[in-house]
């Protein structure tokens, strides 16, 4: 099939880069986002890999359908990009909420995986936390995606590298400020929800967890939580990175996960 770059399908605002016929690798962003997140890796990664990266739903140029999202459906607009790609497996790298996703791909549909990348996620929501959600859910209901900047900007970068970084720090606030509030609920109220830990110990393909070391919004004990329950995972921490890992240790970040896609794609 030959396809535009960039193009929408169902709704959903997917890019292309990298070579026809390479293996295929898809990115999954953070919540209030979009995929633009993944810059700094594609131009790394392409040179090697099919690079499918989509805005979320609700996320950059993707519609924001209307009623509750949860993490089967979420998985299955991969599989139906996928379809339509006629992509019948792919590599599949998730951050945060992104990861989020990956572990529900990875339960509903093993099959079509060659590879999975947990990043700075977590597996499970728990009560204690639950009201911090609906803090965020009421608060951009009421004065939109304004009142998300300052906390997640807080959450995501380490107080050095917002210092140093100001550059970068408005270009993910941007992003934050663009977000689709509909779809921020949304998916927000999908995460309150969260619950596949206990699950993992099912997953079944070539998994690569990667922790930020200073990640206050997916603590390490998390990310170690994750790799211990699934079989054979492979752990990786990243020194110096909140829980953007991806951005503030962008050279890292793509040489650690590409360096694992490459051993399992390119064998």
Not at 81 to 98: E, N, Q, R
Not at 182 to 204: K, M, P, Q
Not at 232 to 252: D, P
Not at 253 to 265: C, I, P, T
Request: glycine share 10%.
């Amino acid at each position: 099939m030959s396809l535009a770059n960039e193009f929408t399908h169902n709704g959903t605002h997917v890019r292309i880069d990298g070579p026809a016929g390479a293996p295929v690798v898809v990115l999954a962003h953070a919540l209030a986002t979009d995929l633009s997140f993944w810059d700094l890796q594609v131009a790394v990664w392409s040179r090697f890999f099919r690079v499918v990266r989509y805005d979320l739903r609700g996320h950059g140029q993707s519609k924001a359908p209307e009623g509750v999202y949860g993490f089967d459906q979420m998985a299955d607009d991969v599989t139906g990009l996928l379809d339509f790609l006629k992509a019948d497996k792919a590599a599949f790298v998730g951050l945060s909420l992104g990861g989020m996703i990956g572990q529900a791909l990875a339960l509903r549909a093993p099959q079509r995986l060659t590879a999975l990348v947990l990043a700075e996620t977590n597996a499970r929501t728990p009560d204690a936390l639950k009201g911090m959600w609906q803090q965020r859910i009421a608060g951009a209901t009421a004065g939109g995606m304004e009142t998300q900047i300052e906390g997640s900007l807080a959450r995501w970068f380490t107080p050095d590298y917002r210092l140093k970084s100001p550059l970068t720090v408005e270009w993910i606030t941007g992003l934050i400020r663009q977000t689709q509030t509909a779809g921020f609920v949304a998916c927000c109220r999908a995460i309150e929800n969260l619950d596949f830990l206990d699950r993992l110990t099912a997953v079944s393909v070539p998994t690569l967890v990667v922790a930020g070391a200073d990640d206050q919004a997916a603590p390490l004990a998390n990310l170690q939580g994750i790799a211990a329950r699934i079989p054979g995972s492979t752990f990786v921490k990243i020194a110096g990175a909140a829980h953007l890992g991806n951005i503030e240790q962008a050279s890292v970040f793509s040489e650690d996960v590409g360096g694992f896609l490459k051993a399992q794609l390119l064998r």
